[in-house]
């Protein structure tokens, strides 16, 4: 994604050539390959990339996302690297280093050269003839390795200027590097920085994986405004799908922009039902924070985006199942765990409730526990554990609930439904706010706008209502992260579900969209649930 360079671009899906059926592949990999158009690994175990993109060229010090990622369910981690075209390349030393902590993570390490994005239309970008010749530079470091990581040859690799042009350097590109040897699965994305609007990608699909000797090809589509309706996104996504041509989003967005409001919930939901992977963009540290899903790498303190990702329906904590390379799956597995005993409750707060069972067994192994919260009929995952306790947190003041747990292990068998129990929450009143806005970015007659509602109270703020005004007429059209309610310049904003509670000296973060005129000056005073908040 560009967010992190500024660069977002859009259009219009143009209809799609027919797509004929792929060949299968011919000489597998001997990890990671390609078999009837889905990506399985060595042992032939369907792997579906459930994980998100990670900004390491340009925060070196921040390795340690890859095991907080992995901790809140991740199986797989898109790894920004540069080739030295525009930005500093990533030693060979440092790539062996990025490989080795995925593995010690249990992670699937998917690698790409960030330089190449926007060729043709922006000046400073690389080529992916020289992305190839950097990753055949790294081959004695990446040989061996091809059942833990996979090759993306280039980020975004050509903008919207004369996009056909994509097709032969990325033949060109894979040839190259089968030539010098690489037997890993190889991934390349499309054109038209990411969102093949102009349908190159897919309408050159099958040439471009026929090119390939091996057959372990994967195709990237970027899911961002251009994709804002659920007949463009199922629409795609398909079309792959019915070719036998394998595909993952290798890169998408949910909060609005100026240019659109993508519909990530359809494209979270396609995705499951398709069994295709996905990588959502980005962990964190882009100059844009509306994509951020941790904020500052604080795996603590998720964003609205984050929290959509990793827990909401057809999150990564819903779908995502370890690749089996690294011990734990066993395809010929179909035995499930014992029930595990009863949850007792202990330490009950205001927000948050510690839980703990008798430990159930396995003939293999128990790989965790899934705690869910039951309403009536439905069930929702509210937290996970390797052990048989766990802290539920993020729960309402003064309320009740009914928790039970499941076990699982490692080839996915999933235990019977243990005895619920019932917890109600302490009732604590809520601390004081602090609230800060800021304009992200202006367009004529519009504007995008961020608040982060902090509290500075020592208990936490559960559910809540935002109250402020603007001085120069202006208007929210679009929000995430709350509801908005506007009467003349005055603006009320109740929460989403997943910003309802704000812990102490946690905060929350809302965009939106908005509209102005020639002054666009920020509200100076705001409120919560009718108390005034100090501004930030």
Not at 15 to 31: C, I, M, S, V
Not at 114 to 139: P, R, S
Not at 368 to 380: I, K, L, N
Not at 448 to 476: H, M
Request: aromatic share 8%.
């Amino acid at each position: 994604m560009t967010v992190l360079l500024g660069l977002v671009v859009v259009g219009a899906l143009c209809p799609a050539a027919a797509q004929a059926q792929a060949e299968p592949p011919g000489t597998q990999a001997t990890g990671l390959h390609i078999s009837n158009g889905r990506l399985v690994e060595g042992n032939g175990n369907d792997f579906v990339m459930r994980g998100v993109n990670h900004a390491h060229t340009w925060y070196p010090g921040e390795l340690q996302s890859l095991a907080d990622v992995k901790a809140l369910g991740a199986n797989t981690v898109r790894v920004v690297l540069a080739d030295g075209h525009r930005w500093s390349a990533n030693s060979a030393s440092d790539v062996a280093n990025v490989v080795s902590q995925c593995k010690a993570n249990r992670l699937i390490c998917v690698l790409e050269v960030h330089d190449t994005t926007g060729y043709g239309e922006e000046a400073a970008a690389g080529t992916l003839d020289q992305a190839a010749d950097y990753w055949i530079g790294l081959k004695n470091v990446l040989a061996g390795e091809e059942n833990y990581i996979i090759i993306n040859i280039g980020n975004e690799p050509w903008g919207n200027t004369n996009p056909a042009g994509w097709t032969d350097p990325t033949i060109a590109a894979i040839k190259k590097m089968r030539s010098a040897g690489f037997e890993h699965t190889i991934m390349v994305d499309a054109p038209n920085w990411g969102q093949d609007w102009q349908q190159v990608m897919r309408t050159n699909a099958q040439s471009v994986y026929a090119a390939d000797t091996t057959g372990n090809l994967i195709f990237s589509i970027h899911m961002y405004s251009v994709f804002d309706t659920a007949a463009e996104i199922t629409d795609y996504l398909n079309a792959f799908v019915t070719a036998k041509l394998p595909l993952v989003i290798g890169e998408f967005g949910g909060p609005a922009d100026q240019w659109g409001d993508p519909d990530e919930d359809t494209m979270l939901a396609t995705a499951e039902q398709l069994d295709l992977g996905y990588l959502a963009w980005s962990w964190s540290g882009n100059t844009d924070p509306i994509l951020d899903l941790s904020i500052g790498f604080d795996p603590n303190q998720l964003s609205a985006w984050g929290q959509r990702i990793f827990n909401g329906v057809n999150g990564i904590a819903q779908t995502s199942k370890e690749a089996t390379v690294f011990g734990g799956g066993n395809p010929g597995d179909t035995q499930a765990p014992t029930t595990p005993g009863t949850p007792t409750a202990s330490a009950v707060t205001a927000t948050s409730a510690n839980l703990s069972w008798t430990a159930s067994t396995d003939n293999v192994g128990v790989a965790g526990y899934d705690v869910v919260r039951v309403s009536g009929g439905t069930e929702t995952k509210v937290a996970s554990s390797t052990g048989n306790s766990v802290t539920v947190s993020g729960l309402t003041a003064k309320t009740s609930y009914t928790f039970a747990v499941y076990a699982r292990d490692a080839a996915g068998n999933r235990s019977s439904r243990s005895a619920t129990v019932n917890v109600t929450t302490d009732d604590t009143p809520a601390g004081t706010c602090s609230v800060g806005y800021r304009v992200v970015g202006e367009w004529p007659g519009g504007f995008q706008g961020e608040i982060t509602i902090r509290n500075t109270g020592t208990a936490a703020i559960n559910g809540w209502t935002l109250g402020f005004s603007f001085a120069n007429g202006q208007t929210v059209s679009n929000m995430w992260g709350g509801t908005p309610t506007q009467s003349g310049a005055a603006v009320s904003v109740t929460p989403a579900s997943y910003t309802s509670s704000i812990p102490a000296a946690g905060s929350v973060t809302l965009g939106f969209i908005g509209s102005k005129g020639a002054t666009n000056a920020a509200p100076t005073a705001f409120t919560l649930s009718g108390s005034s908040c100090a501004t930030a």
